[in-house]
């Protein structure tokens, strides 16, 4: 069968095609000692286990990540794993909200990220400056298999305040008047709460 394509579209692997192969034969060439390549025949066939792409779902429900915790980076993202699916791919888009709650209460919503995860994503497109948060999935949060979780899980993350890297004056400097404008530069500026 043949593959259609434009007339005179070349590809780069098609270009390069020659070359890889022209590479593989080397390599297999250059097995130490000069000896051949041995040929192995397989000894099984590559199976899934038991639960989502592969992963087996041994033990209690759990949540296996959170976070960042902590002191947080600028713009860090709060997310949660657990170790079993809550909710089916094929709802995607129409699931209920995931029972995890903040606070402070933030303005946003919890994305999904396949059928174990969540990111929250913030209104204003990143999460408050100089906050303390604290995020909790209470107990009894329910996996799709209907196991609950048996203990409310907690994290607290604290967003960076504003750092104050360069002011004009400079600190000790002499001779200012009234008049003099001063300039503060901050990294991780947040809106000042007036």
């Known amino acids: 069968m043949r593959e259609l394509r434009p ?5 780069w692997f098609r270009r390069l095609r020659p070359a890889l192969i022209a590479l593989l034969l080397t390599a297999a060439a250059c097995v130490p000692g ?9 000894s099984r066939t590559l199976t899934l286990d038991k639960g989502e792409g ?15 915790q902590g002191e947080a980076a600028t713009g ?16 995607a888009g129409s ?13 946003g919503r919890w994305q999904w990220v396949g ?6 994503v913030p209104k204003t497109g990143r999460l408050p400056g100089a ?3 604290t995020v909790e999935v209470p107990a009894g949060t329910r996996a799709l298999d209907g196991a609950p979780l048996g203990a409310a899980h907690r994290f607290t993350v604290t967003t960076p ?7 004009t004056p400079h600190n000790g400097a002499t001779g200012l008047t009234p008049k003099t404008t001063l300039e503060l530069r901050l990294i991780n500026p947040s809106t000042p709460r007036c």
């Open 76 to 91: 860090a993202e709060l997310s949660v794993v657990f170790s079993r699916p809550l909710r089916a791919l094929e709802l």
């Open 115 to 120: 059928t174990r995860a969540l990111v929250f």
């Open 131 to 133: 906050t303390q948060i």
């Open 161 to 167: 305040t504003p750092r104050l890297v360069r002011s």
């Open 7 to 11: 007339a005179g579209q070349k590809t």
């Open 34 to 42: 000069g000896a051949t390549m041995p040929v192995v025949s397989p």
């Open 95 to 107: 699931e209920a909200p995931p029972p995890i709650e903040t606070t402070p209460k933030l303005e």
């Open 54 to 68: 592969g992963r087996s779902n041994d033990g209690p429900f759990r949540v296996v990540f959170s976070g960042p």
